[in-house]
Nanobody, 119 residues
Framework: VQVVESGGGLVRAGESLRLSCAAS????????MAWYRQAPGNQRELVAR???????NYADSVKGRFTISRENAKNTVTLQMNSLKPEDTAVYYC??????????????WGQGTQVTVSS
């Protein structure tokens, strides 16, 4: 299984970036997909999450600026990031999960893509 992110880079405050993620090597559809981020010295935090029914959740810090979307059949997810701020600087990770029998959750992670926002 491979989960690969793309679209990171260096932008100025107020600009936009679009992150993409695609999973390959699997025959099932994820129950949900998400984006997390981790800044130096901080713990990894949830940025946005979307389920198979396209129900979404966002961190308070990105509400109104970021939008998550997915194509269920293709196990792809994107994160449109607008009005970026220096505090959005972090490594962004793609996550896909599925529910297994007995309540167990199986997670799949990408390697991360760097987003840097200059002031």
């Amino acid at each position: 299984v491979q989960v690969v992110e793309s679209g990171g880079g260096l932008v100025r405050a107020g600009e936009s970036l679009r992150l993409s993620c695609a999973a390959s090597g699997i025959i099932f559809s994820f129950n949900g997909m998400a984006w997390y981020r981790q800044a130096p010295g901080n713990q990894r935090e949830l940025v946005a999450r979307i389920t198979g029914s396209r129900s979404t959740n966002y961190a308070d810090s990105v509400k109104g600026r970021f939008t998550i979307s997915r194509e269920n059949a293709k196990n792809t997810v994107t994160l449109q990031m607008n009005s970026l701020k220096p505090e959005d600087t972090a490594v962004y990770y793609c996550n896909g999960w599925r529910f297994k029998g007995g309540g167990e959750v199986e997670d799949y992670w990408g390697q991360g893509t760097q987003v840097t926002v200059s002031s």
